[in-house]
């Protein structure tokens, strides 16, 4: 049973930092792409970032390019997402989400999802 558990979420101001981990339990994760989505109160679901398998290519939404980077431990079956100069309008519970070994990443084609983590930036 593949499993994504999201932590570090929380409330901070805005120009704080937070870094969110997701673990993965259940499926190679070596074998896996990885993403970040987040979800607004009253908003669609978007994409944040993407990081292929290997750890060698990432993608970023627009909104959070040069402020947000993604990373993995192959080592660890851990995701990370650091973030960095925070906004308000990036409140919302961000989803950790995995896909096969597709590169560019499938940003509507993601397998497995966890249950997310909320993160509130106060202004």
């Known amino acids: 049973q593949v499993q994504l558990v999201e932590s570090g979420g929380g409330l901070v101001q805005a120009g704080d930092s937070l870094r969110l981990s997701c673990a993965a339990s259940g499926l190679a994760f070596s074998d896996y792409t990885m993403g970040w989505f987040r979800q607004a109160p009253g908003k669609e679901r978007e994409f944040v970032a993407a990081?292929?398998?290997?750890?060698?290519?990432?993608s970023y939404a627009d909104s959070v390019k040069g402020r947000f980077t993604i990373s993995r431990d192959n080592a660890k079956n851990t995701v990370y997402l650091q973030m960095n100069s925070l906004k308000p309008e990036d409140t919302a519970v961000y989803y950790c989400?995995?896909?096969?070994?597709?590169?560019?990443?499938?940003?509507?084609?993601?397998?497995?999802w966890g249950k997310g983590t909320l993160v509130t930036v106060s202004s």
């Open positions: 990081i292929i398998w290997s750890g060698g290519s990432s």
């Open positions: 989400a995995a896909d096969s070994k597709f590169w560019p990443p499938r940003r509507n084609g993601m397998i497995y």
